[in-house]
């Protein structure tokens, strides 16, 4: 179960912070930082619960840094439907090659892509900055901070 944290990363499913509709907060997730961890919650219920890993240069929001933000995101695109577990992406397109999980010598962004779009002034850097949820190769490294600022998470 998660403790209460000084520092939570809090996102918000959304198609689009820019869409006419108002965003969907039926689903949210919500990072801890301190934990890395993810929990998923619909409605306000914990559906489930998954090891994550941040940055290891620390949190924020600055060009070059290497952190990951904080604050209310919105998820602005997913990418990887169908993608085979281990699929790596290159400049957000599948390569068409398929990694084990802690295979040696690379850590590409794996399996999925999901975009965040920072909505406060804290993080409104993380789109352009390309901040994502990804899968990762390096799974021996999830639930310590390991990323270059994206959140990572297991590919399978």
Request: with cysteine; proline share 7%.
């Amino acid at each position: 179960m998660l403790r209460p944290l000084p520092v939570i990363l809090s996102i918000i499913s959304a198609t689009s912070v820019f869409a006419i509709a108002p965003l969907d907060t039926s689903n949210q997730l919500i990072i801890s930082v301190r934990d890395q961890k993810l929990m998923l919650l619909r409605n306000g219920s914990k559906v489930a619960m998954y090891p994550v890993s941040t940055s290891m240069f620390g949190l924020g929001d600055a060009w070059g840094r290497m952190t990951t933000p904080l604050g209310y995101l919105a998820v602005e695109k997913k990418i990887g439907d169908n993608v085979p577990v281990g699929g790596v992406f290159h400049n957000r397109r599948l390569t068409g090659e398929v990694l084990q999980p802690n295979a040696p010598g690379r850590d590409p962004i794996t399996t999925r892509i999901i975009w965040l779009r920072g909505l406060e002034t804290q993080n409104a850097h993380a789109f352009q900055r390309c901040i994502y949820i990804h899968g990762t190769p390096e799974e021996k490294k999830i639930g310590r901070p390991a990323s270059y600022g994206c959140i990572r998470m297991k590919s399978k």
